[in-house]
């Protein structure tokens, strides 16, 4: 007898969809988390009168209740859909270059954006016609052959995506377009994938970009957390164990499987089955002695790199959104549209105008997101923690001040307001994402999202006896991606307990 | 996917070779174990091991406990941070929020200062019993009560009261040790002279330094004194500052003084909003706060049932956090004001008292979550920890 079925190893979002997937299978789980909040990178945090969502800009994948999304059906699956509050978003994203001081609002649909460029880009009117097909296309050769697993696949059933789908998206928006500006336009969902388009696989951004437009971009009431508390809510009435303040110090190991976990204060507590939702490296390299490392994982490690982090200002104005500038829930602000200089900038310590940033008004889309007639809002500028890490102890305070200094500096460009309005900040670094997240390079993106360490080249699959690994260190990052994989985790599971 | 159909990709054999190339001279994350741990605990340790060096009779009531690094490194913090204490008192593990006295420029230790309170089982076990050389454990610094230079002006204006004075002090170290080109006009209200901590040294620094401008204001002086007499007032503030603009509010003390100096503050049209206060500690007499039902006294007894298995017994008028550590039940904490969320726990049945105004995340509240260091029973409890 074993004192659980399944422990699960870090209450992030696959963690949870783990957890809450099998309890509902009367299976039983303990859930152990360092922190004293479940959701990982899924949480918010109090500041004066505001509620700060820290890292949600849009959710895809929940769509309507006509056209339901995958993640409906996953929140109807889990037990959560009843607790939720969806707010859907206007618009898939304000483009702002920053050179030209333009500004492009792509809204969320293929047909929408297509009238939209072709009218503002009227020589290349064909080629936009063509490319938005070919995103269709390409995402579609995604759903069907690497998720739905058509039987039938082949290069000749699904052209263009054995041809593009490998490629990176900047070869392929060379392909079609002229102009940078609308190529910048068409791959500026890359900041949420964490590297340029030159480096980014065309398949992971047609999908992310056809998958926006099917389903919306939309946000939760109640922020991110309450994704995180109602599964933790629907863990604990299924009768599931959470441990909050307790991390594991050591998954336990008996003839090359697992037998259960060590606590870090010191608790033996015993299962067949190990989710870790902690990440790949710490998961084999911290929680494991290196003589149970399986040689295929250390090869596989060593082909991969950790992701940025980012620089983020959390922002409470004591004014509406209008006030300060706002009109569009998302805004992508490119300083650059060269891919070298973007990518120097993200292992650049500071900030200047040559940065990508992501800047989200939540009020926007939920007038009572934040309190009566103030507003919130997040900057974030990809960085990876490498500078940060150099930054003496002593210094850190100040150089955060400088950073956070130079990033309103930025935005001042095309928020004018922004530092008249400002009651509340808190400002966060790749330091800060280590400290909560306990990730290398304080990333909460797992590996960098190269088309080689693509789940299509590193299948999830951890070589050892009871443990599987859940997240976005074994599958794409962002928030659809991680719960999805949680729940695929729990029903590899299902079927090995009822084997 | 299989082999197969990857091979069907255009470009597969490029990745293919990346993937070669890049296992090859991939770098081995094994030889970095541990490490994100010690970049954390650079910055953020969630322990530290102190050990008393010194300590210093400030006043007949108050002593500064100085504080070095067991391991010899203390990590740097922002003036006006505290370190939460965590210490074993009459066989009850408990802890408390300490603002930093001394400097940040002084990397040596850390001072506390402590005074003392009417049956302050933490205070008074550190003034009593703590000697030259025990060993204490603590938090990383913490807190937000600090300046920041995007949200505040140069010049400052600081209200404190009794052992407010901490956070101040180690602001106004900073801005003289390392020469800083910040102002700070410090009020510092106290019952008598004689009461009061750091009066020497903020003569002192106020004399040699222009950018400190120390104002104490006694409630009960004797007659020799010739500084402003009675409470920190409107008139007192303004008086002594003349404009109120281009200057940033901090405030810290007793509960008192809140109650006294914010409407004082709001008579000269300061925004409350932009007023920096430190929490010290849960509220007194909790019973008179508004919305506290009359119905209920701070002596009512209730149960509080723990996972569904352990029981005890507790007043009302007493925090649930205190009253955990009191049965032997240990719920991380920091601030125990409300503010941090750490000692967040489920409540599953019945009902408590939170102050309003509570920073309690909306989700939290909805799926009963309390921050347990301000919530009070009401009623017999069943809780999750």
Redesign the interface.
Known sequence: MTDYDVIVIGAGNAGLTSAAYLTQKGVKVLVLERHNVPGGSATSFCRGRFEFEVSLHQICGIGTEKAPGPLRNLFERIGVLDKLEFLEMNDLYNFLYLPEKRSITLPPDIGEIAALLQGLFPKEKEAIKAYLELVTKVAYGVISVQYLQDPDASKDKYPEYFKYALKNTQEVLDRFFKDPILKSVLGAYWGYLGVPPDRLGFSDLALMFRAYCDFKPQHFKGGSQALSNAIADAILENGGSIRYNCGAEKIIMKNGAVQGVMTQTGDEITSRFVISNSSKISTYYELMDPEDVPEPIKAELRQTTVAMSSFVLYLGFNAEPRDVGFIESTNFMVGSIDNEMAYKRMKALDINENDFAAISCYDLIDPQFSPPATCQAMALALKYADPWLKVPPAQYADTKYQCAESFLNVLDNFFPNIRNHIEEIEIATPLTFMRYLGTPGGTFYGFDNFIKDSEMFLPNDSKVPGLYNAGCWVGMPGYQPTLESGVRTAKSIVKELNA | ?KQE??E?????DE?RR??EI??KF?????L?????AE??N???PSLINLRVGKIIEETASTKTLRLMAVNGYL??F?AGQYISLSVEVDMVRTGRAYSISSSPSQ?GYYDITVRRVDNGRVSNFLLDKVKVGDFLQSSGPQG?FHY????HQKEIVCLAGGSGITPFMSMIREITDRGLPRTVHLFYGSRTLDDMIFHQELSQLSEQFSSINYIPVIEGPDCEYKGKTGYITAEVIQETLGSLAGKSFFICGPQAMYKFCLPELDKLGINR??IKQEMFGPPINIWEYQGWPSEIKAEDRFTVRVNGSKSFETNAGEPLLAALEDNGLVV?SLCRSG?C??C?I?LVAGRVFQPEGT??????R??G?IHSCVSYPLDNLEI?L
């Open positions: 996917m159909l990857l069907q990709f255009e470009g597969y990745i990346e993937i890049s296992r991939g770098d081995d994350f094994s970095e174990k541990g490490q994100v970049y954390v650079r910055l953020h990590p740097p922002q990397t937000t920041h230079p995007i949200l909003r932009k991380p503010e969320s750490q967040r489920k920073p309690v995340r909306k989700s939290d909805k799926y979550y999750l």
